[in-house]
């Protein structure tokens, strides 16, 4: 495991955030209802890798289905930075940030790995059969 610590944030700056991330051990994309229609891309972490440093009263959330898990995102610029929650098929509590709203360069965005996930169907061990356009 390579962690590095990550500075990052949302456009217009008013939510910022450090995280400690090993891009190259994988990152995902899901089919599931919410991150197709935001073309979310994740990268899942443990609470004590995350630490906000600024916005959290600029941020809102949003829970929907089973409610286990926030969506955060800032209510100026409307960008999702992280999300977190419980989930115990996930190992408990977890923060999942937004790789793109983390300051990376073009090179180490490139070469994370994805790994794709099929949550439309609740199948989350398997790849969805069509994934080009998550």
């Given at each position: 495991m390579?962690?590095?610590t990550y500075q990052g944030g949302c456009h217009c700056g008013?939510?910022?955030y450090e995280a400690d991330v090993d891009l190259t051990a994988?990152?995902?994309?899901?089919n599931c209802s919410i991150c197709r229609k935001t073309r979310a891309w994740g990268?899942?972490?443990k609470p004590d890798q995350f630490r906000l440093l600024a916005g959290d009263d600029q941020m809102t959330d949003y829970r929907f289905n089973s409610k286990q898990g926030?969506?955060?995102f800032c209510k100026i610029c409307g960008v999702r930075t992280h999300g977190d929650g419980h989930v115990a098929e996930l190992g408990g509590d977890f923060v999942s940030i937004s790789v793109v709203t983390l300051d990376a360069t073009d090179e180490e965005l490139a070469g994370a790995p994805i790994m794709y996930q099929n949550g439309r169907d609740n199948d989350w061990m398997h790849e969805p059969?069509?994934?080009s356009y998550l």
């Open positions: 390579t962690l590095k008013a939510v910022k994988g990152t995902g994309r899901c990268v899942l972490l926030r969506n955060r059969s069509i994934k």
